[in-house]
Each structure stands twice: as C-alpha cells, then as structure tokens.
C-alpha cells in the first residue's frame, strides 16, 4: 500500500499535463515505514534492498546484544541487527509479523530486524518537522531522528538510519563479519 502525503494536493488529484515538475514535487522523498513496539519509524527507501520474513541468523560469539549473528543471502554473509534491542524497546519477542528489512548502507549490507513493516509514504520536506531538542531519554537518541511527520492521526519518526549505525558500530559490524561476504 502507497499513501502519497502532501497538503498542497489532494490525495484523488491527478495531473493531467506534463508540465515542468515543480520544486516541492521534486523533493518528495519515499520512506518505509515500520513498527517498533508502539512506535512508528521511517527509513529512506533508497536504502532499502529487500524485505524477509524473520529466520534466525547463526549466532556469533561475543557479538554485541543488538548483533543476532548472521545470514546467508544469496551467497553474501549479511549480519543481522535487532533494531528493537539496539534502541531499548522493552520487549523484543518474535512473531509473524516480524521481519529483516536488508539495507544497503554504503559499502555495507545489513539486515535490520523491525515488529512489522507498515507502508511506503511519500513525504516533502514541510511534513518532516524538526526534532525537539532534548538529550537521550530510553530508546528515542535525538541524533538519529532526522525529524517527526504527522501523517493523520499517525506520528511518524523519521530516522537517519547512517546515523542510527555510527561508524564505530559499523566497524563492529565488519570487524565480526570480516570481508562481509
């Protein structure tokens, strides 16, 4: 399902010239959004390569409590992290719903391990209101936060997800994962 917010245009309006694209249509980025116990996120889908249904990865000794282990796709050794233990939810339990979104961060490919996946939204930049500044308070690191959405009745957090993987963790990650392939 793709809901295409915008409060210029209504949702049912449909362009019927192909005139010049105008600057605000231009900067429409879409972002997925998923589920982390109550909260809802969302990730540029740029970054996203794929979404799978949740297998458990071999586990890697020593690894950090976020790092599950490891997956083989397709020949490619991918490390798989739990974005709800990496950001302090407090319950991480598996279910039906819960999946590996594959990310493509630079030269890394990370599977990030999410509650559900919602949607894909297509947001301007003055549907993404900049984040109260305040320091870290339980799992909501405002470095990472890129900015709030309201979607309706929705809030949706907008997350850099670079950031969210700092390159110390990155490292981490490649360290644990030698040649990541």
């Known amino acids: 399902m793709t809901a295409f917010v915008d409060s210029a245009v209504p ?8 005139g010049p694209v105008s600057s605000a249509a231009a900067a429409v980025r879409e972002f997925l959004t998923f589920r982390l116990g109550a909260e809802e996120y969302g990730i540029d889908i740029l970054r996203v390569q794929e979404i799978r249904s949740y297998e458990r990865p071999t586990r890697l000794a020593h690894s950090p409590d976020f790092i ?57 930049p003055d549907l993404i209101k900049p984040t109260p500044q305040f320091e870290r308070q ?31 963790e990155i490292g981490l990650v490649e360290q644990t994962v030698p040649d990541g392939r």
């Open 11 to 18: 949702a049912n309006a449909h362009s019927a010239t192909l």
């Open 68 to 124: 599950k282990g490891v997956i083989n796709l397709r020949g490619r050794i991918v490390p798989i992290l739990d974005l709800r233990v990496k950001l302090q939810c407090p319950e991480a339990s598996y279910t039906d719903f819960t999946v590996v979104i594959i990310l493509d961060i630079g030269a890394t490919v990370i599977g990030a391990v999410v509650d559900a996946v919602a949607d894909v939204v297509s947001l301007t």
């Open 138 to 168: 339980g799992h909501v690191d405002p470095a990472f936060v890129t900015g709030i959405a309201s979607l309706g009745e929705r809030m949706l957090i907008v997350m850099d997800i670079e950031a969210l993987l700092s390159s110390d």
